[in-house]
């Protein structure tokens, strides 16, 4: 089974929808990341927790929001979906060993907002 | 700004060398990663690079020189499941990650 889980793998919905993303993991890690990735762009984080009761803003946060259910489970939503918000939408973990935090990514799921 | 530059696209030989360039502008440096993204799947860690330097890692290896802010990952004996996107991250002040868009490679026969 998969370390990191995400559902939907695929959504298409329509402007003003609510929508939500969740993402489970097995790996026990405490750090979990919501990213959007769109063509010709690096990934852009959108919100990040490092613990359940932790919840931070990334980058481009606006029009979203998240929820930390438990150490496993972090969702993401989407108020009202906009067009500009179709993307590829990746949640990640990771856990520091010394220095090094390296970030295991889900499968991702791919969002049409129509 | 914060700015991760790498080249959009690159193609090389199967059986051949490639290097792949990263140049990056943050505020502060914590680390710098490389990840490999085939189409359509999620990012997978290749290396971590924090001091100047070449970290070897079988057929693929990372160069870090801090001072001139670039990075190479080189990967060696190309085989045609190399074929995929080279992400260059690097960990700023914040110890946030700093994407660049991605080199995307292409092994011909």
């Known amino acids: 089974d998969a370390d990191v889980t995400q559902t939907p793998r695929n959504r298409i919905t329509k402007t003003g929808k609510r929508i939500m993303l969740e993402c489970s993991q097995t790996?026990?890690?405490?750090?979990m990341y919501w990213y959007r990735q769109d063509p010709g762009l690096g990934l852009r984080l959108i919100y990040y927790s490092f613990d359940v009761k932790d919840i931070n803003k990334g980058e481009i946060s606006d029009g979203y929001s998240v929820s930390r259910q438990a150490q496993a489970k972090f969702s993401l939503s989407l108020e009202s979906a906009i067009p500009n918000q179709t993307a590829l939408y990746f949640c990640?973990?990771?856990?520091?060993?010394?220095?090094?935090?390296?970030?295991?990514f889900g499968p991702g799921t791919r969002l049409l907002v129509l | 700004g914060q700015n991760i530059d790498q080249p959009t696209e690159m193609t090389a030989t199967e059986g051949a060398i490639v290097q792949i360039n990263c140049t990056y502008q943050?505020?502060?440096?914590?680390?710098l990663f490389w990840y490999q993204q085939h189409a359509g799947e999620a990012p997978t860690f290749l290396s971590y690079?924090?001091l100047d330097g070449l970290e070897e890692k079988g057929r693929f290896s990372s160069f870090l020189s801090r001072s001139k802010g670039y990075s190479y990952l080189l990967l060696k004996e190309l085989q045609m499941k190399d074929s995929a996107s080279y992400l260059c991250?690097?960990?700023?002040?914040?110890?946030?990650?700093?994407w660049g868009a991605g080199t995307k490679l292409i092994i011909k026969p």
């Open positions: 991250a690097v960990r700023d002040s914040n110890y946030q990650l700093i």
């Open positions: 943050t505020s502060g440096f914590n680390g």
């Open positions: 990640a973990t990771s856990d520091l060993f010394g220095d090094q935090e390296t970030q295991y």
């Open positions: 690079n924090v």
């Open positions: 790996k026990g890690h405490d750090r």
